[in-house]
């Protein structure tokens, strides 16, 4: 299993990649979009702060070679989609949206910057990519927590400890 530092090197790397893809102009600093229906404060959905340690280790330090315009919403989720528009007034290069609801109000906002997205329980059922394998138009990101790997993760886990049981799995029903 991924520990979180791990995964959000990961989503560093997940989002420099477009970065330079896009083709940066010489001396150009690229700009990030960070969207989160959360707050800056610190806490257990503080992502910011492993996103910029992430991108420290690939060498993208705050201030010196890349900014990041940061969007909280505050706990407001009404708010998450005039904020997106915030960012896509900004002309980032890309956005970096935080769960399903960042991600719809990044998605609806633009069609042309890159959005990778974190913390997506099922970015298929929410309709924000295409599958798994081909996401399709601007928006990518990695989801550990869709119906089929939840099921295969649990199968795996039962097979390493199989003295275990009951198991259970909390799920959120829309």
């Not at 900014?67 to 890309?94: N, P, S, T």
Request: proline share 6%; net charge positive.
């Amino acid at each position: 299993m991924i520990g979180r530092r791990d995964f959000i090197t990961l989503l560093s790397g997940a989002a420099a990649w477009p970065l330079a893809a896009r083709g940066q102009a010489v001396g150009k600093v690229p700009r990030i979009g960070y969207l989160s229906p959360g707050s800056a404060s610190p806490g257990p959905l503080a992502y910011h702060d492993e996103f910029q340690r992430g991108l420290r280790e690939l060498g993208y330090v705050e201030g010196r070679n890349i900014v990041i315009e940061y969007r909280f919403a505050d706990g407001k989720f009404d708010r998450l989609g005039a904020l997106a528009a915030e960012l896509v007034q900004l002309d980032v290069d890309i956005i970096v949206s935080v769960v399903t609801q960042a991600s719809l109000a990044a998605k609806n906002a633009t069609r042309t910057i890159p959005i990778v997205f974190v913390s997506v329980g099922d970015p298929v059922g929410a309709g924000l990519v295409a599958s798994l394998a081909r996401p399709g138009a601007n928006v990518t990101g990695n989801s550990g927590m869709t119906t089929e790997v939840v099921g295969k993760s649990l199968g795996l886990f039962k097979q390493t400890v199989p003295e275990v049981s009951p198991m259970a799995v909390p799920v959120e029903s829309r």
